[in-house]
Nanobody
Framework: VQLVESGGGLVQAGETLRLSCAAS????????MIWVRQAPGKEREAVAGIGSDGTPNIATFMKGRVTVSSDNAKNTVHLEMRYLSPEDTAVYCC??????????????????WGQGTQVTVST
């Protein structure tokens, strides 16, 4: 299984960024996935994800600024983040799990992880 994130970079505050997570050896359709971020000196935190039933799940602190969507034809999941601020600066990783019903924000429940993509938001 390989999950590869892309789309990170340096953006200015207020801008929009779209991250992608492409999978091989793993199918998003019918399985759960999650986007997790880790800022320097901070714990990892769940940002958003899609449950095994296809239901999006957005962290409260991200609601209104994030859209998570799946392109099953390309086996890729996207995370669009709007109104970015320097507090959103972090490494963003995607993870997937085949043995999950629904969705879980418990990070230990996820088996397959990507390497992450850096998002840096400047003022």
């Amino acid at each position: 299984v390989q999950l590869v994130e892309s789309g990170g970079g340096l953006v200015q505050a207020g801008e929009t960024l779209r991250l992608s997570c492409a999978a091989s050896g793993f199918t998003f359709d019918g399985n759960a996935m999650i986007w997790v971020r880790q800022a320097p000196g901070k714990e990892r935190e769940a940002v958003a994800g899609i449950g095994s039933d296809g239901t999006p799940n957005i962290a409260t602190f991200m609601k209104g600024r994030v859209t998570v969507s799946s392109d099953n034809a390309k086996n890729t999941v996207h995370l669009e983040m709007r109104y970015l601020s320097p507090e959103d600066t972090a490494v963003y990783c995607c993870a997937g799990e085949t043995q999950m019903l629904g969705f879980s924000r418990f990070l230990g429940a996820w088996t397959y992880w990507g390497q992450g993509t850096q998002v840096t938001v400047s003022t």
